[in-house]
Each structure stands twice: as structure tokens, then as C-alpha cells.
């Protein structure tokens, strides 16, 4: 069965820092990866997706993912976090084809200090 | 493109009342709907998969009489929380996969800004 585990629960970084939020999947093949941003009281925004081709995905906001097959991983990075990007993050994902849902990791909250 | 609304956005209703909670994809046609609850700091968790003009799909654990699912059209979800009760209060969302993208697409789907239920 399809899992996603996000070791991290609440991450606590400074403006201007570097950021890296682990994902890990299990699925028998090649998924489809997304990671999701939710601000307090809405609904989840769309940072980036993988589904084949270049392992390192390019998002909105300034954050990458990098597949990793080999680990299993879907790693979330941003090189500089602004304060805005105080949120919770979601790694989901989802099997090819049909009207397949996605299973989503419990979220990591990240709070950023000034 | 893509968005996703939800009406409304916040209602609180006494118990044993019932509740509708309506999600419309406002620029494309959504085959596929999807109904989440999501608890204080916890993730998505699926309800059901809804699909247009045939019945609801629950996930295990869900009550199908308790949560009416309809997808009349392919712009139109309705999520109705029927008899509710206090443990029924959650932030509810729906999502919509764009039909048009065909089946072989990247399975994205768009999300609402959620529904946060109360009941008193």
C-alpha cells in the first residue's frame, strides 16, 4: 500500500536560512510526488510536482523537490525561507492513471524566526 | 485557471441539523472530486472520491448516510453532514481533478479553501 511519512513534525528555521523538508514514500513504482502549502484556515496551494523525466523540480516560491529513487525520498528545499513561508507543508502521493487519490504525509509546520 | 471554490467558508449549526457544503471548480470540468476532513494539526484525511453522475465512493470508516456526497455536475460537488453532531466539527475540503487532462495526466488535484464546520 501506498504510504508518505514526514519524520519531521515542526521545524523551526531563521529568515534567510536554508530549508530541507523530508518526505519518504513507499509505492511499488514510479509515483506521482507533489508537495502542498497550507496557511492557517486554507485550503492547500501547489508548491510542485513530479511525475518522470529530471529528478530535480523546479516550484513556485523559490522551493525545489529532488526524486530520489533510491531512497525513496521527495525532499522539499528552499535556499532562502522568508517569513511568509511560515505554513505547513504537505508531501501527497499518487498512482498513475484511473482516479487514483492521494495519500498525504501528517505535514510539517515550519515556523521561521526574524 | 483551476480554482476551486467553497461555499461556505465557515458555518456553525446547532446539533441535529444538517449541513451542506458546496465545492465548484469555476474555470474547468471536474470528473473526479475529492471530500477531506482535516482535524487541528493532523493531516487530510480522504472521505470519498466523488464522481460525476454516479455514486460516491467512501473511504473505510466513513458513514455514507452520515455524509452525502453529490456530484450532479462537472462543475458541482455537494458535501451534506447530515443530523450533525459536535465530534462532526472539522475543517472539510474539497478538491477537483480537471477532467479535460485526460486520465494519463499527473493526477494533480486543485483544492478548495475549506469549509470550517461547527456544531454546537
Known amino acids: 500500500a501506498q504510504s508518505v511519512t514526514q519524520p519531521d513534525i515542526h521545524i523551526t528555521v531563521s529568515e534567510g536560512a536554508s530549508l530541507e523538508l523530508r518526505c519518504n514514500y513507499s509505492y511499488g513504482a514510479t509515483p506521482y510526488l507533489f508537495w502542498y502549502v497550507q496557511s492557517p484556515g486554507q485550503g492547500l496551494q501547489l508548491l510542485l510536482k513530479?511525475?518522470?523525466?529530471?529528478?530535480l523540480v523546479q516550484g513556485i516560491k523559490g522551493f525545489e523537490a529532488e526524486f530520489k529513487r533510491s531512497q525513496s525520498s521527495f525532499n522539499l528545499r528552499k535556499p532562502s525561507v522568508h517569513w511568509s513561508d511560515a505554513a505547513e507543508y504537505f508531501c501527497a502521493v499518487g498512482a498513475p492513471g484511473g482516479y487514483n487519490k492521494l495519500i498525504f504525509g501528517a505535514g510539517t509546520r515550519l515556523a521561521v524566526h526574524p | 485557471g483551476a480554482v476551486v471554490s467553497q461555499h461556505p467558508s465557515r458555518v456553525i449549526c446547532k446539533s441535529g441539523t444538517s449541513v451542506k457544503i458546496e465545492c465548484r471548480s469555476l474555470?474547468?470540468?471536474?470528473?473526479?472530486m475529492f471530500w477531506y476532513r482535516q482535524f487541528p494539526k493532523q493531516s487530510l484525511m480522504l472521505m470519498a472520491t466523488s464522481n460525476e453522475g454516479s455514486k460516491a465512493t467512501y473511504e473505510q470508516g466513513v458513514e455514507k448516510d452520515k455524509f452525502l456526497i453529490n456530484h450532479a455536475s462537472l462543475t458541482l460537488s455537494t458535501l451534506t453532514v447530515t443530523s450533525a453532531h459536535p465530534e462532526d466539527s472539522s475543517f472539510y475540503i474539497c478538491s477537483a481533478r480537471d477532467g479535460g487532462r485526460g486520465l494519463s495526466a499527473y493526477n494533480e488535484q486543485f483544492f478548495g479553501p475549506g469549509t470550517r464546520l461547527t456544531v454546537l
Open positions: 474555470d474547468f470540468q471536474a470528473t473526479t
Open positions: 513530479y511525475f518522470s523525466g529530471d529528478t
